[in-house]
């Protein structure tokens, strides 16, 4: 049984030599077990030594016939090192070293340059864009501390912008409340009139006071009483700075005669209300004018102790200089002159003085008057118990500008009174004047919003502000009050309008500052960024009321010298991204339809800037779609051109979806090639022949996707991009060369889908077993079809993905 085992094992090893002997593919190896037993051993400790991974490796790229440790060594014997060092020198005469290392050194120092221009763009890059973010911060918290500040600040931008990277933010329900409203309809009205260049139109003051009138609040209406007094100057110069202006000595008169009439005027209502109430007490009698009326407020003020000290007497039984006094602050100096005459003569010299004073209140006496009165003010008066013959004395020939008269003046609108009446021109003790910038700076400074409470009492902070003509502040306060916010920046509009609000050099300064040139303790107050403010809130429900208001900007500057109401449209058009509403729409003549901003064009304001202005904005982020409808409605078709070619470029291979950018953009080509073909503009080309290939392209890549394989080929004839046959080569590689990079970047995905066409027409073939001589002729074009792509790819100026070749490269195979 064991010799029939053996027997048989031996017949199997004769068999196996035979059959190793008989194959000459394999070479015969003869090895000793001792040298079986020896590379056993050596591929065990190589195996310890490397670990599994090795193995595993070794036995994936060896079953795909590759030699991974032959591949090692050969790595191991390659070295970067020597690449990028400094080539060694060589002998003059070696020509063929010399032009190899120059070229070597060409091609090492356009890597360094190419290496370093990208580090420093990628750097001045990042710190644009750090740059641009802290900006947007710094503009933030500028527009939230609106408080007041006594700095100058220097911003590097508007106001700030939202971003616009979301979905187009639609105009919806109005954000203007009912007060909003009419002032925004007096805006729109008198707008207008400036758009047809009306002259003699309502100033814009009185059209606010009367708006303020139908709001049945008492304190606006008081306040825009105040604006209307004070605004009652000579009119002032556009041209000219206003806090300049205000500096003016003619100027500076009207406004505090101005500012005394309307204190004046409302207290004299005030003595009417209290002798009204009291008739009786009172006894006024019938006689109408100032003297009866100031009679009998002054029986009724004083009473009891309130009438100890005074002297001179009295007429009428009401004592002297009270009477004086109170005529004089109804604003009536002729009933004080009555007054003092009926007294008797023993007062002719201060009669003489107050005559003087009637003719020029705002003027010192002459000097023989004005020694007279002091010298009698000195010896008499300062020192007597009637306080308000020292008040008299001092209004009239300003003897003590330091005196305040408490017993007299006892409310803010007195003590101003007091202080404005005081205030004279050309005076002939100047160390003892007093003057309206030392009355500007004690209410301001030195009294400020503590002393006057002013956020429990702020129409009289308001008052005490604008009668001493610091209008800047006083808004810059309202603004601070929510109540009052909306007057405040009407307020700010009117006054602007008549060329009476002082506004900075920079529109990026704080909403209040002080400019180094101007004099203490005047304000600048920013109008650009207290509009901006205000009208935030409603720009997006109601362009057509924040368009209106951008319009008083017009004469603004920002700090690139643009025109601040048109880079406000910009802002606005990014922000909404409603540009049919704004600037209208093209329609397939080139013509546009009317926007909210046309009402607005004159010299120096142009829509289609406006429109450039947003598209170059567009473009900066990235948003080149909305651009093309700016630049188009800009009228820069070039630029429509261009953008059409980067989007096309991108988008003309996919598929694309319903409302999808590359649907959109095929809408809009089309729109664009009908008044391509009606227009004589003249425009490059290139840039043409690239548009009008792409938009093929779109034509020929919707057939191929929906498998109309032989309308895509014929949409490809026509584009004349590539060469489908063998004597259109010559003509697609030299149009190939001088095409446009847009239109290069699509080749790859072209010739893909070309040889995916003609892989399937051969397909096609392939599964008609019958064989005819039509079907060998489509063989032999496809097969020449295949070969002049190929030819085609390697001829062109312009490298393409190594996948394209191998698709080539593959497609030519499968033709056989």
């Given amino acids: 049984m064991a010799d029939d085992d053996f027997s048989k094992l031996l017949q199997q090893a004769e068999q196996l030599t035979t059959e190793i002997e008989g194959n000459e593919d394999l070479p015969r190896v003869e090895r000793s077990l001792g040298q079986v037993l020896e590379a056993s051993h050596e591929l065990y400790s190589r195996v310890i030594q490397s670990g599994s991974n090795d193995i595993q490796a070794h036995l994936l790229f060896g079953s795909k016939g590759i030699d991974l440790q032959q591949i090692s060594q050969k790595l191991e014997t390659l070295s970067s090192k020597r690449t990028f060092e400094p080539l060694q020198p060589i002998a003059d005469s070696d020509i063929e070293s010399f032009l190899k290392n120059e070229r070597e050194n060409a091609i090492l120092s356009l890597i360094d340059e190419v290496n370093k221009n990208s580090l420093q763009t990628t750097e001045d890059q990042k710190w644009e864009h750090m740059l641009s973010e802290w900006n947007k911060e710094k503009i933030k918290l500028m527009n939230a501390m609106i408080g007041p500040s006594q700095n100058w600040l220097d911003l590097k931008r508007a106001p700030e912008t939202p971003s616009i990277a979301d979905t187009p933010k639609k105009f919806g329900h109005s954000m203007l409340d009912s007060i909003e409203a009419a002032y925004a309809r007096q805006v729109q009205q008198y707008n207008k009139l400036v758009f047809q260049g009306a002259k003699s139109r309502t100033a814009l003051h009185q059209k606010f006071a009367q708006v303020a009138d139908e709001f049945n609040d008492p304190k606006v209406k008081e306040m825009w009483e105040i604006i209307k007094t004070m605004s009652n100057i000579p009119a002032l110069v556009r041209d000219e700075d206003p806090l300049k202006a205000r500096g003016n000595p003619t100027i500076q008169q009207c406004l505090i005669a101005q500012g005394k009439k309307y204190l004046e005027k409302r207290y004299k209502q005030y003595m009417s209300d209290v002798v009204r109430s009291n008739p009786a007490a009172a006894m006024r009698g019938g006689e109408p004018g100032t003297f009866p009326l100031v009679r009998g407020f002054v029986g009724l003020r004083l009473q009891g102790q309130s009438a100890q000290g005074l002297t001179d007497g009295v007429i009428d039984d009401r004592p002297l200089w009270p009477m004086v006094y109170y005529c004089l602050r109804s604003g009536d100096a002729s009933a004080a002159l009555h007054c003092l005459r009926k007294a008797g003569r023993e007062h002719e010299e201060f009669i003489a ?464």
């Fill in 353 to 816: 003085a107050l005559e003087e004073h009637m003719r020029n209140p705002e003027k010192a006496l002459s000097e023989k008057l004005q020694t007279a009165i002091n010298f009698q003010y000195r010896i008499q008066v300062r020192n007597s118990t009637d306080p308000y013959k020292r008040a008299v004395y001092c209004i009239v020939g300003c003897c003590d500008v330091t005196d305040e008269h408490t017993e007299v003046a006892k409310t803010a609108d007195d003590y101003l009174w007091l202080k404005l009446s005081i205030i004279k021109t050309k005076s002939t003790n100047e160390s003892e004047s007093f003057s309206y910038s030392d009355l500007q700076k004690l209410i301001l400074e030195e009294y400020g919003e503590t002393h006057y409470h002013a956020y429990e009492k702020p129409l009289v902070y308001f008052q005490v502000l604008t009668l001493t003509g610091q209008f800047e502040p006083a808004i810059e306060f309202l603004s601070r009050i929510p109540r009052y916010q909306v007057h405040g920046v009407h307020m700010a509009l009117a006054l602007h309008d008549g060329y009476m609000l002082g506004t900075p050099r920079n529109v990026q300064a704080p909403l209040l500052s002080v400019d180094t040139d101007d004099p203490i303790p005047l304000r600048r107050l920013n109008l650009a960024r207290l509009l901006l403010l205000y009208v935030r809130k409603f720009e997006l429900t109601d362009p057509s009321d924040a368009l209106h208001y951008y319009y008083f900007l017009r004469n603004l500057k920002d700090p690139s010298g643009k025109n601040l109401f048109m880079c406000c449209c910009s802002e606005l058009a990014l922000e909404s991204r409603d540009y049919e509403l704004i600037f209208g729409r093209m329609d397939l003549t080139g013509i546009r339809s009317t926007g909210l901003v046309d009402q607005f064009n004159n010299s120096h304001i142009d829509t289609k800037v406006i429109a450039l202005n947003v598209a170059e904005e567009l473009v900066n982020k990235g948003l080149f779609e909305d651009a093309i409808t700016m630049y188009d409605i800009a009228g820069n078709l070039e630029r429509v051109l261009e953008l059409f070619c980067i989007l096309l470029a991108q988008v003309v291979n996919s598929g694309g979806g319903a409302g999808g950018l590359r649907e959109r953009l095929s809408v809009l080509a089309e729109q664009v090639s009908k008044r391509l073909r009606s227009t004589d503009e003249n425009l490059p080309g290139s840039l043409v022949e690239a548009y009008t290939k792409l938009c093929k392209l779109m034509s020929f890549f919707d057939q191929f996707h929906s498998d109309n394989y032989e309308g895509a080929l014929e949409s490809l004839r026509e584009c004349e991009l590539v060469p489908l046959s063998t004597s259109e080569l010559d003509a697609r590689v030299s149009g190939a060369r001088a095409a446009r990079g847009e239109l290069l970047r699509c080749l790859p995905a072209v010739l893909r889908a070309v040889c995916t066409i003609l892989v399937a027409q051969r397909q096609k073939l392939r599964g008609n077993h019958i064989a005819t001589h039509t079907t060998n002729q489509q063989v032999e074009w496809l097969r020449e079809q295949a070969e002049v792509l190929n030819t085609f790819a390697g001829n062109i100026a312009y490298r393409m993905p190594g996948d394209t070749y191998s698709q080539l490269a593959q497609m030519q195979i499968l033709m056989h």
